[in-house]
Each structure stands twice: as structure tokens, then as C-alpha cells.
């Protein structure tokens, strides 16, 4: 009985290295074909939507063979045609590269992952990622011809639609390595009797964010003379007026849905989470704080977009749920789409 249990477990063991052997060499052959049009792609929509497709490939394909050298080697390969391509040498070599970056830093996290337990590295991969795909997006327009993202309606909502799904993807891939995906949400979004004023709470604090913001913002452009650069699609791209109800629409699905559960689950449950123990109150709410004003990706709006990160984590602390900071920060977004929507009118 105990040998046939063995020749079981044998037989299971296999059959789920020849699964991710399988998943990895398809990964592998759509990085290849992607990172192939990549090169030949003209229109600067295209060419971010199929660069965040061979990050996304990368990352897939570094998360399950779980080794950097061997991720490293099939990443090099699968963008052969980038590395050939008759562009000049900092185009052809900086995306390949940063590509290559992403890819060992996800295969050498997914190798050391613990399977229930979640830490402050987990937090910082996500960040690092997230800088890393935006780094592969921006270089990818090298590749063609450059546009810039006032100027151009279709670059600009790829840009910023494009962000959230990604930010989901990351943290599901962190969730699901540890198998804590279930729990996870069950414990940070649980619904009950007690959950209806935590909403209220979400809302009112979304609110007040939105003045605090407003304020900080107003004091950088008068007291502080920073010139204020936003790149919301309403405030920067022409042509919106006979597309504005689908824009409208989208921006809220990505802006004001999706954005606020990812970048919750991942800053607040995943890195305030996991440095709060490990550094403490103070530092972790600074840290956690400040990497989410960075992963904003604006110079200018650091300072606000921190202060509301550092308010977040302490809802988040205060009550134990994500539910509250996720309304809250769902708020917020909420308010700025609107703002931007009536400063268009």
C-alpha cells in the first residue's frame, strides 16, 4: 500500500513538472512572436500594448521555471529579434535588458517563496515590478516612431488603462505563490454587519483625501513653484469630445475599480502588511507611504500621492480591513475623474 501511494505521488510529481515544462515553453514561443512584431510594429499603441505582452510573457514564464539562469538564458533567446534588429544599439539593448532584469528577479523570488507565509520582500517585488513594466513600456516607443503622450489620444489611454489590469496580475501572481489567495481576501474583505460603516468611513476619508490633496497641490504650484504635470487623458488629449461616454466609462471600470483593489491588496495588505511587524508603526507606514507615491510614476504629484498613501496605511492599521482604504482610495480616484470631466466642459 505504502509503495502504491509512493508510485502515486511519483506519478503526480511528474505530471506537474511536465505541466509547468509545457506552460514555460509556451510563454516562451509568445514572447518570442511578440517580441518579433515588437520590432516591426509602427503605430505607438500597438507597439506599448504588445510590449506589456512580453513583460507579462517574461514574468510568466520567469514565475514558473522559478530558476534565473534558466529564465535569464529563454528571455535572451525569445527576444533574439530585438537584439538583431537594425535599430540603433541603446534601443535594441535597454528593453531586452530590462526585460531580462524583470525576468530573474521574479524567477529568483518565485524560487524562494514560502507557501503560506508572505513577507517584505513580497511587497518590494511588486513595486520592482511595477516600475520594471512602466521602465519596458516607455523604452518599447523607442522601437518606433516616438510619440509622446499628449499629444496622441490612443498612446495616452493605452498608457493609463493598461496599468490597473497589470497591477491585478501582479498580485494575484504574489497571492496565488503563497496559496493564501482565498484567505487573504477573505480575511481583508470580509462583508458582514460591521462592514456598512467602514464603507461610510471609506467614503468620508476618500473625501477629505481629495481636499488634503488639493491643498498640498495648490501650496506646491504657489509656495513651492512646481510646475504640476498630470497625465490624465482629460487634461492633456484633444479629440476626447465624441469618444468622451466610452472614455468615460473605461477610465472609471480601470481608474476608479480595478486601480484602488490592486494597488490596496499590494501596498496596504502586502507591503504595510508584511513591514509593520518587521519595521514597525512608524517606518512602515513612511516606506509603504513613499513607495506608492513612486509607483506613481510623477515628480510632481510625490508628495501628495505619498501624504494619501501614509493616510491608507493607517485606515488600513486602524481598522484591519482593506475595505475602508480600497472606498477610500476609490474615492478619491472617483473625485479626480470627475474634476478633470467638468474642467473639460
Known amino acids: 500500500m505504502i509503495s502504491g501511494i509512493l508510485y502515486h505521488t511519483r506519478q503526480t510529481e511528474e505530471a506537474e513538472r511536465l505541466k509547468k515544462a509545457i506552460g514555460a515553453l509556451v510563454l516562451w514561443l509568445v514572447m518570442g512572436i511578440l517580441s518579433d512584431l515588437l520590432v516591426h510594429f509602427v503605430n505607438p499603441s500597438m507597439i506599448i500594448i504588445t510590449a506589456l505582452g512580453v513583460s507579462i510573457a517574461a514574468g510568466g514564464l520567469s514565475y514558473v521555471v522559478r530558476r534565473p539562469g ?5 528571455i535572451v533567446v525569445a527576444m533574439w529579434s530585438i537584439w538583431l534588429s537594425p535599430l540603433r544599439i541603446v534601443d535594441r539593448w535597454v528593453l531586452p535588458l530590462t526585460e531580462l532584469l524583470l525576468g530573474v528577479i521574479i524567477a529568483w523570488w518565485s524560487q524562494r517563496a514560502e507557501i503560506g507565509r508572505m513577507r517584505p520582500r513580497d ?6 515590478i511595477l516600475i ?17 503622450l499628449s499629444t496622441n489620444l490612443s498612446l495616452l489611454l493605452a498608457a493609463y488603462l493598461l496599468t490597473p489590469p497589470t497591477e491585478l496580475l501582479i498580485v494575484l501572481m504574489i497571492l ?10 477573505r480575511r481583508h474583505y470580509q462583508w458582514n454587519a460591521k462592514t456598512l460603516p467602514l464603507v461610510g468611513w471609506g467614503i468620508t476619508i476618500g473625501v477629505m483625501m ?6 498640498v497641490v495648490e501650496w506646491e504650484i504657489k509656495a513651492a513653484h512646481i510646475k504640476i504635470q498630470s497625465n490624465n487623458p482629460f487634461v492633456y488629449a484633444k479629440g476626447l469630445s465624441g469618444h468622451l461616454g466610452l472614455i468615460a ?10 486601480a484602488p483593489v490592486a494597488e490596496e491588496i499590494l501596498f496596504r495588505g502586502i507591503l504595510f502588511g508584511t513591514l509593520r511587524p518587521a519595521w514597525g508603526l512608524g517606518w512602515a507606514t513612511v516606506v509603504a507611504g513613499v513607495l506608492f507615491g513612486v509607483a506613481h510614476m510623477n515628480l510632481t504629484l510625490l508628495i501628495p500621492l505619498t501624504l494619501a498613501g501614509m493616510i491608507l496605511n493607517l485606515v488600513y492599521w486602524k481598522t484591519g480591513s482593506l475595505i475602508p482604504s480600497t472606498i477610500a482610495h476609490a474615492t478619491l480616484n472617483l473625485l479626480s475623474v470627475v474634476i478633470a470631466l467638468m474642467a473639460l466642459h
Open 123 to 128: 511587497g518590494f517585488l511588486g513595486f520592482i
Open 70 to 74: 534558466i529564465a535569464a538564458v529563454m
Open 132 to 148: 520594471l513594466v512602466s521602465v519596458a513600456l516607455s523604452v518599447s516607443l523607442l522601437l518606433g516612431h516616438l510619440a509622446t
Open 210 to 215: 481629495s481636499g488634503i490633496i488639493a491643498l
Open 176 to 185: 496565488t505563490r503563497h496559496h493564501v489567495t482565498q484567505s487573504f481576501l
Open 249 to 258: 466609462f473605461l477610465m472609471i471600470v480601470a481608474i476608479v475599480i480595478m
